[in-house]
């Protein structure tokens, strides 16, 4: 487990991490989530020992990152946003320069390969690494994180200036390690995150501004809520029907008849989970759903939304002291 207590980091006058607390348990894949300046980098720097912090405690898997960095940096690989590559070095040069600076202990050749295998290097193990294309970098930056197979895994922006195919490979490959690994992705690519992580946590001015599993990250959002809906059956009682359900705020008809059904806009109260409720009155009905989708409540809306929100928060209070 990571558990980060209380951090903070002070530039002077300027506070970067103020007072964050938040731990991460074995085996998960967290996103890290934060708009430019907003303390992301600052904390994953701390996280790995590259920093020191002005108060608070990090802690990995019991060792204090601060008291015993050696240590607790074992446990740690870490992939930054620009890979700290030789590039007049092969391969497997470089793996096992890699191998000697984190002084491992695991069979060197045996370790070496198995990672190459994993990460798709074995054709290119041989090679130099400047010849290589950016793909094949990010995959040898990858492949020095795992040497010594530490129990985590951090990565800064491990998809940046990749093309399609090669963002699809690294995404699978993150996913895969996360059966082994506790993983950390920090990346400005939303969808890369809704994809590949099973919780989010988002930083603003240096504050956690939301903290949920993927799934329930529209918790995030204080707001209503809407889905868009496509169900058969006779338009009037179904939106009746649907009004009629407790927290319900209106239901419209939005679309004419498409293969027997019928369109409609659903809003709810705020925290409301309608779906459920929905699902079990039209089956009650016998009426099919054939289509039930959000509205509004993809990752970057709700990145935006909390992070808008919180920067609102000082505008608020001081129009309340003038006042």
């Not at 590259?50 to 940096?73: H, Q, R, Y």
């Not at 074992?74 to 030789?86: D, H, R, T």
């Not at 309608?274 to 993809?298: D, K, Y």
Request: aromatic share 6%.
């Amino acid at each position: 487990m990571i558990e980060i207590k209380n951090l903070v980091k002070r530039y002077g006058n300027n506070c970067a991490v103020n007072d964050i607390s938040f731990s991460i348990n074995d085996g998960e894949i967290v996103g890290f989530l934060g708009p430019n300046g907003a303390g992301k980098t600052t904390t994953m720097s701390i996280l790995t020992g590259c920093l020191s912090s002005t108060s608070g405690s990090v802690t990995i898997n019991g060792v204090d990152i601060f008291d015993n960095p050696l240590e607790a940096k074992k446990q740690i690989g870490y992939l930054p946003e620009f890979p700290p590559l030789y590039l007049e070095m092969t391969v497997k040069e470089y793996l096992n320069f890699v191998y000697d600076l984190k002084s491992c202990t695991l069979d060197r050749e045996k370790h070496i390969d198995e990672i190459c295998e994993r990460v798709k290097l074995l054709d290119v193990k041989n090679r130099i690494i400047r010849n290589l294309s950016k793909g094949y970098r990010q995959r040898v930056g990858i492949a020095q994180a795992l040497i010594g197979n530490p129990k985590f895994i951090i990565f800064d922006e491990p998809t940046v200036g990749l093309d399609p195919k090669q963002i699809i490979e690294i995404r699978t490959l993150i996913k895969e390690l996360g059966k082994d690994h506790t993983v950390i992705l920090s990346t400005h690519i939303l969808p890369e995150v809704q994809m590949v992580c099973d919780r989010i946590i988002i930083i603003n001015r240096g504050k956690i501004v939301a903290d949920e599993k993927t799934e329930d990250i529209e918790k995030a959002v204080i707001g209503s809520r809407q889905i868009q809906l496509k169900i058969c059956g006779p338009a009037k009682d179904v939106q009746t029907a649907i009004k009629g359900i407790s927290g319900i705020k209106y239901a419209e008809v939005i679309g004419e008849r498409e293969l027997q059904s019928t369109a409609f806009l659903v809003e709810s109260e705020p925290g409301l989970d309608m779906r459920r409720a929905i699902f079990n009155l039209c089956a009650s009905h016998a009426w099919p759903i054939i289509g039930m989708e959000a509205v509004g409540l993809n990752l970057e809306d709700i990145f935006i939304s909390v992070v808008d929100e919180q920067e609102a928060e000082p505008k608020k209070k001081k129009q309340k002291v003038r006042r």
